[in-house]
């Protein structure tokens, strides 16, 4: 099976602006989990989506908001972006709730 | 709330040495799971393992073997005979039941393995 794909890998953009990442989980897998990592927070949780819901969510402000397609393919999207949202973000695919989550090679974002 | 500690920032071994990293976690949930990846340089988060809250069965694969200890909150990873390819960061992370009825983890800072010739 293909792994875990994100797009695009790298990103650079400026303060004020939005962008969308894109996550395409492993085929069968229904669950979509987003993570940041940056050097100063390490690894947090986003969101979590199951067959196009939402279920759980971390504790980022409004402006991190995600969506999941009916074909598993989940989207993340970060508005007004801040110097402190580049990141690392990771999304990961799971199939059977506490199971092994896999992971994407990760997007990049660098905001400027 | 959940935490997992792994108080090792960085480890630098020579090849062919064994080394364990150490990683202490904190859980009020009954079940749950506890996960080791491996993050390259690439950025990737590769999957070691997963272990079950049930069963402490310590687990061998290859050079790489896991010590849980449920009496201690404990997850050790130990790999043996190390080689330079094993650089990497090495995460121990737990998994929480979110309220949406999903799974959510939560990492520890990592560790930093580096292993030279």
């Known amino acids: 099976k293909a792994g875990v794909t994100q797009t695009p890998r790298y990103l650079i953009k400026t303060r004020g602006q939005q962008v969308t990442l894109s996550c395409s989980p492993i085929s069968g897998h229904r669950s979509v989990s987003w993570y940041q990592q940056t050097p100063g927070q390490g690894l947090q949780f986003l969101f979590e989506y199951f067959s196009e819901t939402q279920r759980n969510k971390g504790n980022f402000p409004g402006r991190f908001s995600g969506r999941q397609f009916s074909n598993s393919r989940s989207e993340m999207n970060v508005s007004t972006l801040e110097l402190g949202d580049s990141a690392l973000y990771l999304c990961a695919s799971g199939d059977r709730g506490l199971d092994e989550q896999f992971f994407g090679p990760g997007t990049r974002l660098t905001v400027l | 709330a959940q935490k997992v500690t792994q108080a090792q920032t960085e480890i630098s071994v020579v090849e062919k040495e064994d080394v364990t990293l150490d990683c202490v976690y904190e859980?009020?949930?009954?079940?749950?799971?506890l996960f080791w990846y491996k993050q390259p340089p690439s950025g990737e988060l590769v999957f070691l393992i997963r272990r079950n809250s049930f069963d402490e069965q310590n687990e061998i694969s290859g050079r790489y073997s896991w010590n849980f200890q449920k009496s201690t909150s404990s997850f050790n990873f130990t790999i043996t005979a190390s080689q330079v390819v094993d650089s990497a960061v090495y995460f121990c992370?737990?998994?929480?039941?979110?309220?949406?009825?999903?799974?959510?983890?939560?990492f520890g800072t990592g560790t930093q393995l580096k292993v030279e010739l």
């Open positions: 992370a737990l998994s929480e039941r979110g309220t949406g009825g999903g799974n959510k983890l939560t």
């Open positions: 859980t009020r949930d009954t079940t749950y799971y």
